[in-house]
């Protein structure tokens, strides 16, 4: 809106629109003026966000569809999924490209930077978790067995429940663990907050244990 009316006003001074006339009155200018917005704002999202731009439909079209709602559903799901697991590396890069981190003053070669250090235990439990739904998904597939292997595949599907139940739970406790921090600039309170779900993990009377 600010942009289409900053534009209404340059071509009012340079005699190319005249006095109470609007960018918008030209439909086929206002079509792709929208639509060159709603690009630009897809390329500068998807360099921040992993997605394109929210709302674009009302932006390309001046109404909200119930398409464009989906796509913001679907791009909103995305960038949570992105942004916590998969963001580290990422911004590593901007660190790295825009000079906020130097390799030349850092220890990085030293240091093992991006090496996991967490426990093996704490690795596993997403795999453990996957490879549990994994077997539930297939056994819904599965109830024309004979009566001779329906017991041993009840009892698997039975610890695979408890497996979901038990490592979804760790994960949804201690979630710090497993968001993709970066490796070269990690915020202080980003260290705090995973180290404060490490100790917890280790003051577990049973997990503590293992580990």
């Known amino acids: 809106m600010l942009g289409r009316w900053t534009l209404t006003r340059m071509l009012t001074d340079l005699g190319l629109l005249r006095q109470g006339e609007t960018a918008q009155d030209d439909a086929a200018f206002e079509h792709l003026f929208r639509n060159v917005w709603a690009d630009n704002a897809d390329v500068v999202s998807k360099s921040y966000s992993g997605t394109g731009a929210l709302k674009t439909d009302f932006t390309r079209t001046g109404n909200r569809t119930r398409a464009g709602a989906m796509q913001d559903l679907n791009s909103s799901v995305t960038r949570y999924m992105k942004n916590n697991f998969a963001d580290g590396p990422r911004q590593d890069a901007f660190?790295?490209?825009?000079?906020?981190?130097?390799?030349?003053?850092s220890s990085i070669g030293s240091t093992l930077q991006f090496v996991d250090r967490r426990p093996l235990l704490v690795q596993s439990i997403p795999y453990i978790l996957t490879a549990s739904m994994f077997f539930i998904f297939i056994s819904l597939f599965t109830r024309r067995l004979p009566d001779a292997t329906i017991w041993p595949l009840r009892i698997l599907i039975m610890l695979c429940l408890v497996a979901t139940a038990w490592s979804g739970r760790f994960v949804w406790a201690h979630g710090t663990l497993y968001v993709n921090w970066p490796k070269l600039n990690t915020p202080p309170w980003a260290t705090e907050s995973y180290q404060e779900a490490l100790d917890r993990v280790h003051k577990d009377p049973v997990l503590g244990s293992i580990i």
């Open 95 to 105: 660190d790295l490209f825009l000079g906020t981190y130097l390799p030349s003053t």
